[in-house]
């Protein structure tokens, strides 16, 4: 850390997920803040995450990115892998969308495709409020204006965007075929490994939050289902142009 940060207001905080960094190449980094210097933030161990603070410009605006993600498959508790989101807090982030790479449950929605975050399942079994009477209400985690802004920036762009219900699972395995039955069960549209912790400290702590699923392959057992990280990587950098240029929008459209 060099610069004096206390001029730096952002109008948006972005968490990238899987081979989602292509949205850094639009920004203008001031400063970059490896998350080996703050302590407290596990570092991140995952190919095709990065693990460092970007504070940015996008034309006037400033944007916090979080390039990179802890998970808490790599050994991390649910409360220091939302270390990220409580410092992204610290630094004035009101407003946060939380990227991922996930496999698609729901036969109308293809990879290749989006998928805004309506609502979560968490099957992960663990939460980052742990240790105290924390009954925070997570009746709408995801907000419907923030959702509806994404949706306006896909339609403008013919991006297919969908919304549905993510369900989060431990990992680092992917799902048996058995269990993508039992998930699809549940409600859930698609599946991943990350966002619902980080959603919810986010809501927890009063900001407004937008999920954006990168559908990268079927789920398990689903006609066309190949799962191996290689290919979740190059799904998501495929896509990340698109995810660029919702994020710009948001920013130079959404949030004067
Ligand atoms: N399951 C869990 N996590 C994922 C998947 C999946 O199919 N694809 C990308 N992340």
Redesign the pocket.
């Known amino acids: 850390m060099t610069g004096d940060l206390s001029a730096f207001k952002p109008v948006l905080g972005v968490v990238l997920g899987s081979g989602l960094g292509g949205f850094t190449e639009l920004l203008h980094v001031t400063e970059r803040i490896g998350y080996h210097e703050l302590p407290g933030m596990p570092e991140s161990t995952v190919p095709g995450h990065d693990g460092a603070f970007l504070f940015a410009k996008l034309a006037d605006k400033d944007i916090l990115v979080a390039s990179g993600r802890n998970h808490l498959y790599e050994g991390h508790s649910a409360r220091a892998a939302t270390e990220g989101i409580r410092f992204m807090y610290e630094c004035g982030v009101k407003k946060l969308v939380l990227s991922n ?3 698609t449950l729901n036969p109308k929605y293809k990879p290749g495709e989006w998928m805004g975050i309506s609502d979560h399942i968490n099957l992960t079994g663990k939460t980052p409020f742990k240790g105290g009477a924390n009954f925070h209400d997570m009746s709408e985690v995801y907000s419907p204006a923030f959702r509806e802004q994404l949706a306006t920036a896909a339609r403008k762009r013919k991006f297919a965007l969908h919304e549905g219900v993510y369900a989060a ?1 431990l ?1 680092p395995q ?2 048996t075929p058995a269990e993508v039955r039992m998930i699809r069960g549940f409600g859930a549209d698609a ?3 990350s966002t619902v912790h980080e959603a919810m400290q986010a809501k927890a702590l009063g900001l407004e939050v937008a999920g954006l699923s990168c559908l ?2 079927w ?2 057992g689903m006609p066309g289902a190949s ?1 191996n990280h290689d290919d ?1 990587l190059a799904a998501g950098e495929k896509a990340s142009a698109e995810l660029g240029e919702m994020l710009a929008a948001i920013v130079l459209e959404g949030c004067a």
């Open positions: 790479a996930a496999g699972v990992g992917y799902e599946v991943g490994m990268t392959n789920g398990a799962l979740v």
